[in-house]
């Protein structure tokens, strides 16, 4: 399950609306050796200073302290540790728009150098932070941020470089800084993610049936598959509550019963929720914040409680499935 595949796009950015204050600027830095690396990313956060912008790095601390000896004690950065802060696609984009708008942009024009972390993922896991980069060009447009993430040219898989080819409007290296010739427009890349059928669930899956009156019967199988699978007790709670939402919004909005499967694989505790009775047309589901919903808003929070969240939707219904590790 590599990257979406397709012809390039290079259209306009869709899905968010202006604010009158400076548009989104998102690039993708591909380096050849650490020296074009640094070479790069300290003009970058350097420019972003003399401009008056607040100055951001998500990197991981080898490269955060080569930054910061570069840069110099007075060249005022905010360095965030990229291990940590890359966890989970889906709340990393959301703590990221949480921060900026409730620290950054109040102070003015937000510049931003990523390190995404790539080495250790899963197939799946590098399609859903392609997502994550497609969506920056959703989240943040009409926002006064410009965003450069740090791709390694020489070493990182093929199949990464394309998508950071295809979700990037600019590409950056030492010959300066281009349009993206295949840059693809964000609900065709979107789309693209979920064009597979999900893989069914193993025969061994614990199988209920839910409708109206029947959540606290759930929610108490959910508790016990978690317990059974080792699951501790905080995440076990987050695992109940993202799947009781996708459950009570089928209660209350969709078909108004459903059929739920819970198994474990892979290090991880997996929920496919079903739902005969509704189709969902909402282009990012759960992807979007609040204020910027056209759909149900419980998603977002879904997004954040999990791991991963994949959703597929067609005249047959609707499937969200649910992961959440184990270790």
């Known amino acids: 399950m590599n990257a979406?595949?397709?012809?390039?796009?290079?259209?306009?950015?869709t899905?968010?609306?202006?604010?009158?204050?400076?548009?989104?600027?998102?690039?993708?830095?591909?380096?050849?050796?650490?020296?074009?690396l640094l070479l790069s990313a300290v003009a970058y956060l350097r420019a972003g200073r003399h401009a008056g912008e607040t100055v951001v790095a998500i990197v991981r601390p080898p490269l955060s302290v080569e930054l910061r000896e570069r840069c110099g004690p007075e060249t005022a950065i905010e360095f965030i540790d990229a291990a940590k802060w890359f966890g989970g696609p889906a709340r990393a984009l959301a703590a990221l728009h949480d921060r900026a708008r409730d620290d950054w942009w109040p102070k003015g024009s937000l510049r931003l150098l990523a390190e995404p972390v790539w080495d250790g993922r899963t197939p799946l896991e590098t399609r859903e932070w392609l997502r994550h980069e497609c969506l920056l060009n959703v989240v943040f447009a009409g926002t006064p941020t410009t965003i450069m993430c740090a791709y390694d040219a020489a070493a990182l898989p093929r199949h990464v470089l394309d998508g950071a080819a295809r979700t990037h409007p600019e590409l950056a290296g030492p010959d300066g800084t281009t349009a993206s010739e295949r840059f693809t427009d964000p609900a065709r890349f979107y789309a693209e993610c979920d064009a597979a059928p999900l893989p069914a669930p193993p025969e061994t899956a614990r199988r209920t049936v839910f409708a109206a009156g029947g959540l606290p019967s759930l929610r108490t199988v959910l508790t016990a598959e978690a317990t059974r699978h080792g699951l501790p007790g905080d995440r076990a709670l987050q695992f109940v509550l993202a799947v009781n939402e996708v459950a009570t919004g089928i209660v209350r909005d969709g078909g108004g019963r459903g059929a739920l499967r819970v198994w474990a694989a892979d290090g991880e505790l997996i929920c496919d929720v079903t739902d005969p009775g509704r189709v969902l047309t909402v282009r990012y589901p759960g992807h979007l914040p609040p204020e910027r919903q056209d759909g149900d808003v419980a998603l977002w929070a879904v997004r954040r409680l999990c791991h991963i969240v994949e959703i597929r939707s067609g005249a047959w219904g609707t499937q969200v499935r649910m992961r959440v590790k184990l270790g």
């Open 4 to 13: 979406p595949q397709g012809g390039a796009g290079g259209s306009a950015l």
């Open 15 to 36: 899905g968010g609306p202006e604010t009158g204050r400076d548009a989104l600027v998102h690039r993708a830095l591909l380096y050849g050796s650490r020296w074009e």
